[in-house]
């Protein structure tokens, strides 16, 4: 005869050995299939889990190929327009089918050995109390574990737990403790309930891709409608099959066309604002703006970030456009100001350029006479005077600094060269040389910069 203790001991460890084969019988199942469940009632295969993005949901879809290897397409919908409730209640009942059909077994036939484990090591212990903590602290793990997988064999794994439970009671029996009823029913969790699917078929599987590509973005969509297309090609000639061709061949359509409207509203807003802005039209890049929202709202609203966009673009155009307009109307305010320093400035210029020649031949170390070097002198002198009594504007202080640095590197540049000429040192020849180079490169500054005062001011 069996002492209570060792039956329990015996019992756990059947279930432990009846457990172990039936581990090792099962296979890999393949990939778990979810489905995401619309508002509007219908369902999105995935091929393996999805991931929630944001506001978007993405997932993969199967469509075509065989059921061990099918063609695969990613889709992102809008997390908006997915019933939650049903989407997590059913991927909580395929993700406990798929446990039971992968490590369930194995995991439950552990758990049956841990506790045959846990019996034996209660028996032999002397103390009661000290039974009572092993007994309570393996009960609760036991009850933990059918929470942590997915209620898997939840009636087995109460009886699992009920062996505690005996030993609780009878350890306390044995102090003298006053006997405590414990229940196990509330401390189970029950695995989840909702049916599965069956996988879809071909014909499910394309109305699916159709659905899908409906609440795609319109970047991804005709990617998506051209798979359900490649799909169709290779399934033959079954009954169900013209119509739905039909149909996604009407779809891809519609959607180049729209793909063309939208280039083509991009391309010619584009190029129209990109005039309009040189010209400084404030008014007609605003009606383009207008145009644009009204051309999108005919077009259906079709392609919301290409728009975004095309609008972005123009706001950045138009904001281009408000300061090329104030520029130009404070250049306009300007123009008898800056018209009259040109004026002043011209004389000295034109002083300045007549000594080019002479500049480039001392740059180049050519030949030079005494009397060219000192009209060079002069021209620079008198250029220096003239450029004394002109106050600028504020927009001609950089010609000013410019035509000031001018007339001194010219000058610099006689004196040096005389200077190379009396000793026959090549030191301030190549110091004449380069104050020439400086002198002709400034004064050619000055020119463009004087033709820039008086011009319309353009687009930068």
């Known amino acids: 005869m069996f002492s209570t203790a060792a039956r329990r001991v015996v019992f756990a460890s059947l279930i432990a050995a009846a457990c172990a084969p039936v581990a090792g019988a099962q296979t890999a199942a393949d990939a778990t299939l979810y489905r995401v469940f619309l508002q509007d009632g219908t369902t999105l295969v995935s091929y393996g889990d999805y991931a929630r993005v ?21 889709v992102s919908i809008p997390a908006s327009g997915v019933d939650w409730d049903r989407t997590d209640a059913y991927a909580e009942s395929a993700r406990a089918a798929r446990y039971a059909a992968s490590r369930g077994p194995d995991d439950y036939a552990l758990l049956a050995q841990g506790v045959a484990r846990a019996l034996s090591d209660i028996a032999v212990t002397p103390r009661p109390a000290t039974k009572i903590a092993m007994a309570v602290e393996a009960r609760q793990n036991v009850t933990r574990w059918i929470a942590e997988h997915y209620g898997y064999r939840a009636s087995d794994v109460a009886q699992l737990a009920a062996l505690f439970d005996e030993v609780i009671a009878e350890a306390r029996a044995a102090s003298g403790a006053p006997n405590v009823d414990l229940t196990l029913v509330a401390n189970m969790a029950a695995p989840p309930s909702m049916p599965l699917m069956t996988a ?49 061949s009407g779809l891809i359509a519609a959607e180049e066309r729209t793909d063309r409207d939208y280039a083509s509203l991009t391309r010619d807003t584009l190029r129209n604002a990109d005039r309009r802005t040189r010209q400084a039209d404030v008014r007609g890049v605003e009606r383009l703006i207008t145009r644009a929202l009204d051309e999108d ?19 950045a155009k138009l904001d281009a456009a408000r300061r090329l307009r104030l520029a130009r109307d404070q250049w306009e305010a300007r123009l008898d100001v800056l018209r009259a320093y040109a004026r002043a400035v011209s004389e000295p210029l034109t002083s300045l350029r007549r000594g080019k020649s002479s500049l480039e031949r001392i740059r180049q170390f050519e030949s030079t006479s005494r009397v060219m070097l000192q009209r060079l002198t002069d021209r620079a002198t008198a250029a220096s005077r003239l450029l004394a009594v002109v106050t600028p504007p504020v927009e001609g202080e950089t010609i000013q600094g410019l035509l000031t640095s001018a007339t001194q590197l010219t000058s610099r540049a006689a004196a040096e060269r005389q200077r190379a000429v009396a000793s026959g040192e090549m030191a301030p020849a190549r110091e004449a040389a380069s104050a020439a180079a400086g002198a002709l490169m400034l004064t050619d500054r000055a020119a463009e910069e004087i033709q820039r005062l008086t011009r319309t001011p353009e687009l930068k």
């Open 54 to 74: 944001g506001d978007r949901v993405v997932l993969s879809m199967p469509l075509g190929g065989s059921p061990s290897r099918p063609d695969i397409q990613l």
């Open 297 to 315: 709202r005919r077009l259906g609203n079709r392609r919301p970030q290409e728009v975004a966009s095309l609008l972005a673009s123009l706001d």
């Open 200 to 248: 879809p078929s071909m014909a499910e599987s394309i109305e699916q891709g159709l659905r899908a590509a409906s609440l795609a973005e319109p970047a991804d969509r005709l990617s998506l409608l051209r798979a359900v297309a490649a799909s169709l090609a290779s399934v033959g000639d079954a009954p169900w099959v013209g119509s739905l061709r039909a149909r996604t």
